[in-house]
């Protein structure tokens, strides 16, 4: 039976959870080795963890106390965050790969970008045709930054590694290198900046159909919170202006939900800023939403 308290270490606050039972893990990875500006996106996943109690767990879109219907765990945070990126990145996808085994939906909490190349193999190996759907500011198409290939700036680059299809939303700052990668792969009609993705209505509801159509039947999906405008997220290491808002991702994500088997998530680039809750609160809403979508629309 599910109880709630007030200082989890618990998403959500519950309690009387148990892994077995439960079809949603939390994974907090609190790594932040690469940050190249703002830093704290370690301390990202418990900030998350310790605003979700504040969230009402009764969902107004789907009329029930969603988490009843499928369980929430939440994991120890992810013992990643004094190890060199490459070392990381082997543990991530040493422990991802447990879950996955164990038919386990994870949702990740960030922790920098460069851990999204981590969980990507463990998927790819039970989801052959896998694509992936990024929400983020940047291209992260760099092949190496700072002197390293697994820089959060090379994580969609890395993940290209793996998987033939990225769909990109949001972006609006790439470098020129990332432009002429982009020519040369010849992906650009798979990058929707906030414009193309639509200013208006008629034009989201195109690109939605669009994004979905580009996608593969199994997805994984990443979120870098700058993908968000900052003016409703500022908590992030690399703010961009001209963001999109709240309800364009939860449009968007409801529709690839709908129509796509989505094999997992993550959530990252949280930076928390001391006194102005609002952004973690916000990507711990996002979070439950994710798994509610998940299922509860099929």
């Not at 200082?7 to 606050?13: D, R, S, T």
């Not at 939906?105 to 969980?119: A, D, K, M």
């Not at 990507?120 to 190996?125: C, G, N």
């Not at 700052?173 to 414009?195: G, H, L, M, T, W």
Request: charged share 25%; proline share 6%.
């Amino acid at each position: 039976m599910y109880q709630r308290t007030k200082y989890p270490k618990n998403f959500g606050g519950l309690t009387g959870q148990t892994y077995k039972e439960a079809k949603a893990i939390v994974l907090p990875v609190p790594y932040d080795k690469t940050s190249s500006y703002g830093k704290g996106a370690d301390l990202g996943p418990k900030a998350v963890i310790d605003a979700s109690p504040q969230i009402e767990l009764y969902d107004r879109e789907f009329d029930c106390e969603a988490y009843e219907k499928y369980g929430i765990f939440t994991l120890p945070q992810l013992p990643v965050s004094k190890l060199v990126p490459e070392k990381m990145l082997k543990t991530l996808e040493k422990k991802y790969s447990e879950l996955v085994k164990d038919n386990k939906f994870v949702g990740v909490l960030g922790g920098e970008h460069s851990i999204t190349p981590g969980v990507i193999p463990a998927l790819k190996k039970k989801y052959p045709n896998l694509s992936i759907l990024q929400w983020d500011a940047h291209g992260d198409l760099r092949d190496s930054y700072e002197g390293t290939k697994n820089s959060h700036a090379c994580a969609m680059r890395r993940c290209y590694d793996h998987v033939d299809t990225i769909v990109q939303v949001g972006i609006r700052s790439i470098c020129q290198d990332e432009a002429v990668y982009i020519k040369e792969k010849k992906i650009a009609d798979n990058i929707y900046n906030p414009r193309r993705f639509g200013l208006d209505q008629a034009t989201k509801v195109k690109s939605i159909k669009e994004i979905v159509s580009k996608l593969s039947k199994d997805v994984y999906i990443t979120i870098d919170l700058d993908g968000f405008d900052p003016s409703i997220l500022p908590a992030t290491g690399t703010p961009e202006p001209g963001g999109l808002s709240w309800y364009d991702c939860l449009d968007l994500m409801k529709a690839v939900f709908e129509n796509k088997n989505v094999v997992g998530f993550d959530v990252l680039e949280l930076a928390p800023i001391k006194g102005f809750p609002a952004s973690e609160f916000m990507a711990a809403l996002l979070v439950y939403k994710l798994f509610n979508y998940k299922f509860l629309l099929k």
